[in-house]
């Protein structure tokens, strides 16, 4: 099992650019989460999807996009990047509410 | 609004115990969790308390008191590889449970 799978590991945007973020769990998990941590703070939850079909707005949604293709995939759409969207993304997913389990992250630059 | 506040630094020494509190202003939560993580790393599950009262597990124990709105992780035994960040999390009620609140974390440094 590989657990929480992420894609990039490393991204570098100019402003105004777009990019996806990828996410996938072989963990047979209803829910995915996606989330934000800039240094030295705690996880921003930006958006979340609850099971299969559904998703939802977390605590920092604006200037973001998910999608959550199928069971075992949660995508995060920056359409127009932001200097202030730089910061390290961290996909997660959990059983019903239960402990989360965290991919690698993606560490996005933004200049 | 719902937060929770937690020490930024802890430091102790190898082989001492810590204790980690995170006080926390929410109501209705489906318990306290704390997630440990390394520079560099993920966060990673370490315990979880529904329920007021202690819950043990090897050289970590995590506290929740509703009343008090307040919970600890302890740390026994420290050794070298527990310098980390920790974090405390509730799942508020009124939102589903999915709305993961997570607090600031405490930096923990273990020095020989």
């Known amino acids: 099992n590989a657990g929480v799978t992420q894609t990039p590991k490393f991204q570098v945007l100019k402003t105004g650019q777009s990019m996806t973020l990828q996410c996938a769990q072989d963990?047979?998990?209803?829910?995915m989460y996606w989330y934000r941590q800039d240094p030295g703070m705690g996880l921003r939850l930006i958006y979340y999807?609850?099971?299969?079909?559904?998703?939802d707005k977390g605590e920092v949604p604006n200037g973001y996009n998910v999608s959550r293709l199928n069971k075992r995939e949660f995508s995060l759409r920056l359409e127009s990047a932001a200097p202030s969207q730089t910061s390290v993304y961290f996909c997660?997913?959990?059983?019903?509410?239960?402990?989360?389990?965290f991919g690698p992250g993606t560490r996005l630059t933004v200049l | 609004g719902q937060s929770l506040e937690q020490p930024s630094e802890v430091t102790a020494v190898e082989g001492a115990i810590v204790q980690i509190n995170c006080t926390y202003q929410?109501?209705?939560?489906?318990?306290l969790s704390w997630y440990q993580q390394h520079d560099g790393g993920a966060p990673t599950f370490l315990s979880y308390?529904?329920?007021?009262g202690l819950e043990e597990t090897g050289r970590f124990s995590s506290f929740l008191s509703r009343s008090d709105s307040y919970g600890y992780l302890l740390l026994q035994e420290l050794q070298m590889k527990d310098s980390a960040s920790y974090f405390c999390?509730?799942?508020?009620?009124?939102?589903?449970?999915?709305?993961?609140?997570f607090g600031a974390g405490t930096r923990l440094f273990v020095k020989a």
């Open positions: 997660a997913s959990s059983d019903e509410l239960g402990e989360q389990f």
């Open positions: 963990m047979n998990h209803n829910s």
């Open positions: 999807s609850a099971s299969e079909g559904t998703t």
């Open positions: 929410t109501s209705g939560f489906y318990g």
């Open positions: 308390n529904a329920l007021d």
């Open positions: 999390a509730v799942r508020p009620a009124l939102t589903g449970g999915f709305k993961t609140i």
